[in-house]
């Protein structure tokens, strides 16, 4: 069996990246929830998330319009 053995900064590192992909996504999510409040009327968020190959997840915001972004979704060796 082939194990793959990372140290402790290799898997900050990853996080950190990781966290990094994210961001956009977060970004877009808090924007939208602002331009939602400041809207006169009735406003709708919808997040939809699809696995994908290669330990990708594609992160579909809905609000009016689609914004789809493209995360991965795990360290190795992690379920």
Do not use: W
Request: with cysteine.
């Amino acid at each position: 069996m082939n194990t793959l053995e990372l140290n402790e900064g290799e898997i900050e590192m990853m996080r950190n990246h990781k966290h990094m992909q994210a961001q956009p996504v977060k970004s877009k999510l808090m924007e939208l929830l602002d331009e939602v409040l400041q809207h006169d009327g009735f406003g709708e968020i919808r997040v939809e998330v699809k696995i994908l190959k290669r330990q990708q997840k594609e992160v579909i915001l809905h609000c009016g319009k689609q914004y789809r972004f493209v995360v991965d979704s795990s360290l190795p060796g992690q379920a």
